[in-house]
């Protein structure tokens, strides 16, 4: 016969009751701060610089330095910044908040909160591979895990980066005459791009549109060793034959693009595993490179984190609500507003 204490401990935990997730964000009233809200509010924790997550105007701005110096080159000094390190826990209210790398882009993180004893943390964005731009992903263990699911669903399987990034460079070799223009998201997308094509060998100066130019200054600044990057609008044509330029993805079929030698277009977003969407893109060369986990690694970080109820912000959350319930782990879609599928 089961001992009565196994018994108990088979029992599902309850449902914590300090957080109240909102469609505009999710709020946690004793501690008086939302996490990643879409308006402005009085004190936000930020975990990372993309649009759709970090929102200009806040009173106060709990984030790492890397998120608040991304914030401050996208929309000028914030008021009431308040850093915090990896690591570094800060009362706020009844609420103990820990900021741990989620592996994203530079500065992200995963928000920890504790109080009484229980755990409840928030992915924000985030990935499980290797990144040389920003701080591997930490898993930590929790009572509620609040994920994202941008890319949850099973055919969505990230190859490594080096394997699509070598496509990219095969190209430009065998083009001596046009270029290779990257569509990158100009947060995050583009700097790696820069760093891992650094990393397999191209020491080439790389082209870069203008609206990079102030992000990959923000990296550099943390650390991050970009090589050397030259205006595209100030090279000459004939100058960037066999040569790699990147751009945020609306700048590829602009304008902007005329002046090139050439390019064969190249995209590089986890949506290119979608054959569709690089078509209708009209991008010639798809490197399917994401900074969100596939599906793979958000199913194995849902059982690893060791969470008795998994909550999902945005993305495809049926397909992951199901797989968790199938696990007889408690999940729910909390479908958050302005949410966007920042990857590309
Ligand atoms: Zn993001
Ligand atoms: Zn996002």
Known sequence: MAAPTAHIAAMPRPSIDWIAPQPMGIHVPCGDFWIDPSRPVARAVVTHGHADHARGGHGEVIATPGTLAIMEARYGPQNGARPLEYGETLRVGEVDVTLAPAGHVLGSAQACMER???????????????????????????????????????????????????????????????CVLIG?????KAQRVIAELRRIGWDAPIYIHGALAKLCEVYEAHGVALGELRPALAAKTAEMRGAIVLA??????????????????????????????????????????????????????????????????????EALVHWLEQRQVRAKALHLVGKEDDDD
């Open 184 to 188: 990158a998201y100009a947060l995050g």
């Open 248 to 317: 945020p993805p609306s700048a590829l079929a602009d304008r902007w693009s005329r002046r090139l030698p050439d390019p064969v277009t190249a995209m590089a977003s986890g949506w290119m595993r979608v054959r569709g969407r690089a078509r209708m893109k009209g991008v010639e060369l798809p490197l399917v490179i994401s900074d969100h986990a596939d599906w793979a690694e958000l199913t194995s970080t849902c059982l690893e984190v060791g969470a008795g109820e998994v909550w999902v912000t945005h993305g495809r959350e």
């Open 116 to 178: 009484a004893g229980e755990r409840v943390v928030v992915s924000g964005d985030f990935k499980r591979a290797a990144d040389p731009t920003c701080a591997g992903f930490t898993p930590i263990q929790c009572d509620v895990w609040v994920t994202e699911a941008t890319f949850a669903l099973p055919v969505f399987t990230h190859p490594p980066v080096e394997a699509e990034l070598a496509k990219a460079v095969l190209a430009a070799r065998a083009n001596p005459e046009r």
